[in-house]
């Protein structure tokens, strides 16, 4: 099993993405969950920010800590010769005598009450008493110990996501309009929706194209369509300033609401409908456009996620679609996101392992 350090203040949000990059997520303390396996997709996630092979799970305190770290029955010398796989809780923990180790402790969102500081310097002579060679600048290995509320989990790091979401602000895009979503939160959306190598990812309503560059940069062939040809033409070049030359994608002026694609072309959709402004298609109202959007997501794709400024979930379910989960996320006083993670009821769930 694996300890995932999640990242935010909503949980649940949180654990939904991380299952597009792991299996059998499961909350457990604030800001921590549990998976049964991983994949390297945990490296785009969004809010999680670490996954560690578990050793084991305790309560919050350093000396239950300790003894769950002294319960593992592995050393350096076993392990070295591959004898650990009696004791699988130890995970791969020092797999080769020559590893160094370092220990770094959280106290998750200050909820434990925990010495980071103490609980590193005890676990870390529980390691060098095992005969392992500690290295706090550079090690091999390094062992979390995450404290939060009546919870510890303790586990070999395993994998970061890659946190370089601050060189992608919209304002700093080659081509910018005041809105964009940030890259963050777009990337996140994108994991909802399954982009990943091999999938297509449509936004019909791209704006300056922020979905679709996460899309693209999670691997998947990202498409955009906007009412405006000068927002369809930005969109371009953002996607051509942050993908590679090799790497497929394509927007168009379009009517999200009638879209030059066949039905079922397209692996997911995701969208960012109007806030209270006018519609930018001729002859449509702000809920005609958002209803057609619906119905001509799912004539195209089999799963999407849409956000808008309240809950889009009656218009979706009208238009033949299954709502999978509902989140809140807050922007300002004034503005709050609601996202919908819909599937279609007839063909389930897409690009979900």
Known sequence: ??????????????????????????????????????????????????????????????????????????????????????????????????????????????????????????????LVDRGFAV??????????????????????????????????????????QPGGMDPLLARALVNLAGARPGATLLDPMCGTGGVLIEAGLVGATPLGADAQRKMARGAAENLGHYLSADEEWG???????????????????????????????????????VSGALAEARRVADRAVVVGDRSLAPEARAEGWTVEAEFERRVHRSLVRYITVLDDADAGPVGRD
């Open 1 to 126: 099993m694996y300890a995932l350090e999640l990242a935010g203040e909503d949980d649940g949000f949180a654990a939904a993405e991380a299952a597009s990059a792991a299996t059998g997520v499961e909350v457990v303390a604030p800001g921590l969950a549990t998976a049964n396996a991983v994949t390297d997709r945990v490296r785009t996630l969004a809010y999680t920010r670490r996954a560690s092979e578990l050793v084991g799970k305790t309560d919050a305190s350093v000396e239950s800590a300790r003894v769950l770290l002294e319960a593992c029955e592995c050393d350096p010398e076993e392990t070295a010769s591959g004898s650990d796989a009696a004791n699988p809780d130890c995970g791969e923990m020092g797999t080769n005598s020559k590893e160094t180790v370092a220990v770094r402790a959280r106290d998750v969102r200050e909820t434990a009450g925990i010495d980071t500081q103490r609980a590193e310097r005890v676990l870390g002579q529980t």
């Open 135 to 176: 290295d706090l600048d550079d090690p091999d290995r390094e062992l979390r110990a995450l404290f939060s509320a009546d919870t510890c989990l303790l586990g070999w790091l395993e994998t970061e996501s890659v946190r370089d979401y601050g060189t992608r602000k919209p304002t700093d895009r080659p081509f910018f």
């Open 251 to 289: 927007t168009l002026q379009g009517d999200a609401t009638h879209l030059p694609l066949s039905a079922d072309s397209i692996d997911a959709v995701v969208f960012d409908a109007p806030y209270g402004r006018q519609s930018k298609i001729a002859n449509l109202d702000l809920d005609d456009l």
